[in-house]
């Protein structure tokens, strides 16, 4: 063995025994807890978990799709080159930038029903009771939704600003010369041009979504009567319950979603 060969074993040995300790390690043995069938007896006769997966898909298609289709409009205004719009996107990105508990936490606070600013503001114009905003299953879904996109949006905006600036000028240019409107230029430059980064990204940004614990737990806890639980949250649903064994296999029923979206996105990837 080289001495090339001897220090890279040294460096690459902390990776692996960090990887073993915190990624095989805790997979194996949460796949070891769900191993028992009774367990997914037990959660498919359990309503809130076909309550969850139906709030996880809702959460995806809704969700994902308006994100992304705002984010595809709201890339085509940053990329213009005025000074003032530049410094709007600063503002734009601060909701990405900022930390996810204190955000989360801040906006229940403002939708509290006795204290919160946004009933305040409708008690003092209308001088009647606003509704209770987190007690209403519809309406509290609705709001994590709201919340995961004005979170994320920025960082998919900057995604497809940066495919935007890849397309050459020159194309656009010459559309402009043969008379071609903006919407001829987005059909034919733009998102040909665009389309395998904007499927890539709703893949990628399904994946991380399908994760995403802060939106829902922080901002309703699952409730009212764990009405809004996701599959991201239903874990800790069981384990408050001392029901571990439920907790590992709803994460493990996760999966049937999540690695046909990691085929697709790798395979579109390898294009």
Known sequence: MSSWQFWGLVLVIPYLLIFLAFVIYPVGYGLWLARHPH????LFEDP?????????LVFLIVGINIKMLIALGLSGFFVQTRSWIKWLSVLFILPWAMPSIPTILSVRFMLNPEWGLINSLIFRLTGADGPNWLNDPTLALTFAILMHIWKSLPFWTLILIAGRLAIPAEQYEAASVDGASNWQKFRFITW????????????????????????????????????????????????????VDLSMASIVVAMPLVLPLIYFMMKRLSK
């Not at 367990?39 to 037990?42: C, F, G, L």
């Not at 890539?200 to 979504?209: A, C, D, K």
């Not at 995403?212 to 009567?225: K, Q, R």
């Open 48 to 56: 809130i978990f076909l309550r969850s997966v139906i709030n996880t």
């Open 192 to 243: 040909p041009s665009m389309r395998t980064l904007y499927l890539t990204s709703t893949i990628l940004s399904m994946i991380w979504t399908l994760g995403d614990f802060n939106s829902v737990y922080l901002l309703t806890g699952g409730g009212p009567a764990d009405l809004t639980q996701v599959l991201a949250t239903l874990g800790i649903r069981y384990l408050r319950l001392d029901q």
């Open 39 to 42: 367990s997914y007896v037990k």
